[in-house]
């Protein structure tokens, strides 16, 4: 754990990110086929489109946990990398 008591995140900060954590996770069971298909891929461009894709679906997952709790999707990512850096 960081030490620094500016950087420990807030009781909603911590809420949003284990929030958006499961996102990710069910996500990853529910795609797992293109995930998996991105990691064997060998074909730059096939590999580049589901690149896109995986993209598409996590961006849509930050913006849609984003409007549950009133945020932009840039609040969403720097709640998140705070918490990462602070779990870390």
Do not use: W
């Amino acid at each position: 754990m960081k030490s620094g008591l500016s950087n420990k995140p807030s009781e909603i900060e911590l809420k949003i990110y284990h929030v958006l954590k499961r996102e990710f996770e069910a996500n990853l069971s529910t795609n797992n086929d293109i995930y998996k298909k991105f990691a064997k891929c060998l074909d730059p461009k096939e590999r580049e489109s589901l690149a896109r894709k995986i993209q598409q679906i996590e961006e849509a997952i930050v913006h849609r946990t984003a409007r549950e709790f009133g945020l932009t999707f840039k609040e969403m990512a720097a709640i998140y990398h705070k918490v990462e850096v602070f779990l870390g």
